[in-house]
């Protein structure tokens, strides 16, 4: 079954550091996500990325995140600057149709994030 | 307004038994809905997607009802490999993003 696969699954860091979360999405999926999940919270979403330009954002991405998608496989997250408060699993998904259809999104098992 | 809501839970139910949650959105705009299903610190993983018509695969049964903005899910038999967090996710017509609920929290004991 394919899959999206995160790398790595644990990271730690220093406040104040730049960090990227790489993901490889399943590769006919033509919609991307960044999800981020704090400890004992909701999913929350941060961005969509479609037709290689983000689709929508969500107040959590604000200038501190970036997403890039360098050469067609990986979809990278950037972490600028990192704060206490961004400690958080974060998950990558993809999505064939967007959810259009009963096939849903598949998700990632994450990178977990821990800035000391 | 929540955009989903969910009760957190948790439910405690015996194995075996019979159990039901809700979930309720605000946008009627709404267009695709499923359920997740969460293990601790593990992704969430899709469970079923749900049908205007409703739908079953084995033990779940789901229904979504437009007028009133509800989706359910629904388990017999329940078994201890049941225990998790169910996640009811909606994705509203046109942004092609899910939004998640905040989880319903089963456990089966023995």
């Known amino acids: 079954e394919p899959e999206v696969t995160q790398t790595p699954s644990h990271q730690v860091t220093q406040m104040g550091q730049e960090v990227i979360l790489r993901c490889v999405p399943i590769?006919?999926?033509?919609?991307f996500y960044w999800y981020r999940q704090i400890l004992g919270q909701k999913v929350e979403f941060l961005v969509s990325?479609?037709?290689?330009?983000?689709?929508?954002k969500s107040e959590i991405f604000d200038d501190q995140f970036s997403v890039e998608r360098p050469d067609g496989s990986n979809f990278t997250l950037k972490i600028r600057s990192t704060k206490l408060e961004d400690s958080a699993m974060y998950f990558c998904?993809?999505?064939?149709?967007?959810?259009?259809?009963?096939?849903?999104?598949?998700f990632g098992s994450g990178t977990r994030l821990t800035v000391v | 307004r929540k955009e989903v809501e969910q009760d957190p839970g948790p439910f405690n139910v015996p194995e075996g038994a019979t159990v039901a949650f809700n979930c309720t959105y605000s946008?009627?705009?709404?267009?695709?809905f499923f359920w997740y299903r969460q293990d601790c610190r593990k992704e969430p993983k899709l469970l079923m997607s749900?049908?205007?018509s409703g739908n079953e695969d084995g033990r779940f049964t789901a229904q979504l009802n437009r007028a009133s903005q509800y989706i359910s899910l629904l388990i017999r038999d329940s078994k201890l490999s049941d225990s998790a967090t169910y996640l009811c996710?909606?994705?509203?017509?046109?942004?092609?993003?899910?939004?998640f609920g905040r989880g319903t929290s089963l456990i089966v004991h023995p």
């Open positions: 946008n009627s705009a709404s267009q695709s």
């Open positions: 749900v049908y205007s």
């Open positions: 590769s006919n999926h033509l919609y």
């Open positions: 990325f479609y037709n290689n330009e983000i689709s929508e």
């Open positions: 998904a993809s999505s064939a149709d967007g959810g259009a259809t009963s096939y849903g999104y598949t």
């Open positions: 996710v909606v994705m509203t017509g046109g942004s092609y993003i899910p939004t």
